[in-house]
T-cell receptor, first 112, second 114 residues
């Protein structure tokens, strides 16, 4: 069965620290899509990135970077020089047919 | 920037009552979805909708739930007879295509069943 595991329930860091959020997935599909969403305290779900299984290139967007490794079925998300505004719950998700299968989320708290 | 909108932001209802949650997807999107998130838990898929019919639904989406696209812009989720356990945040999402595009989520409707 398709599954997404985010083993880190909650992470606390001090501003300017780097932090990595782990995501491990299970799928039988040879082509699949992975996503990260951010849920700030206001509650909405904000799309951050999509990664296709056939593209293993890592991606950097400002302070955000993503490390996709098919060999370990992981799609980890690193925030460099964290800021208080990064405080949110971060969800990793796997696309299965029509739907997104979400992990349980990692709550990141960044303290000043 | 186009966005998904949802109304109301918060709905309080009595157990057994019918509720309709409304969504306006992004205008050129063709695929529509409802998800729910019980407080403090993960986001769960309810249903997907394309070409005026349900394309997939989860076990949660039983006979008490229905979806409709009554006109060219709205997408609604109806719960016929609400239960206490239906209390959750309900998110609408839309995507341009189904295969690989990201789904864009609305701000959610918090449903409280008393």
């Amino acid at each position: 069965a398709q599954k997404v595991t985010q083993a880190q329930t909650e992470i606390s860091v001090v501003e300017k620290e780097d932090v990595t959020l782990d995501c491990v997935y299970e799928t039988r599909d040879t082509t699949y899509y992975l996503f990260w969403y951010k849920q700030p305290p206001s509650g909405e779900l904000v799309f951050l990135i999509r990664r296709n299984s056939f593209d293993e290139q890592n991606e950097i967007s400002g302070r955000y970077s993503w490390n996709f490794q098919k060999s370990t079925s992981s799609f980890n998300f690193t925030i460099t020089a964290s800021q208080v505004v990064d405080s949110a719950v971060y969800f990793c998700a796997l696309k299965e047919t029509d739907k997104l299968i979400f992990g349980t989320g990692t709550r990141l708290q960044v303290f000043p | 920037e186009p966005e998904v909108t949802q109304t109301p932001s918060h709905q309080v209802t009595q157990m057994g009552q019918e509720v309709i949650l409304r969504c306006v997807p992004i205008s050129n999107h063709l695929y529509f979805y409802w998800y729910r998130q019980i407080l403090g838990q993960k986001v769960e898929f309810l249903v997907s909708f394309y070409n005026n019919e349900i394309s997939e639904k989860s076990e949660i989406f039983d006979d008490q739930f229905s979806v409709e696209r009554p006109d060219g812009s709205n997408f609604t989720l109806k719960i016929r007879s609400t239960k206490l356990e239906d209390s959750a945040m309900y998110f609408c999402a839309s995507s341009e295509t189904e295969i690989y595009n990201e789904q864009f989520f609305g701000p959610g409707t918090r449903l409280t069943v008393l």
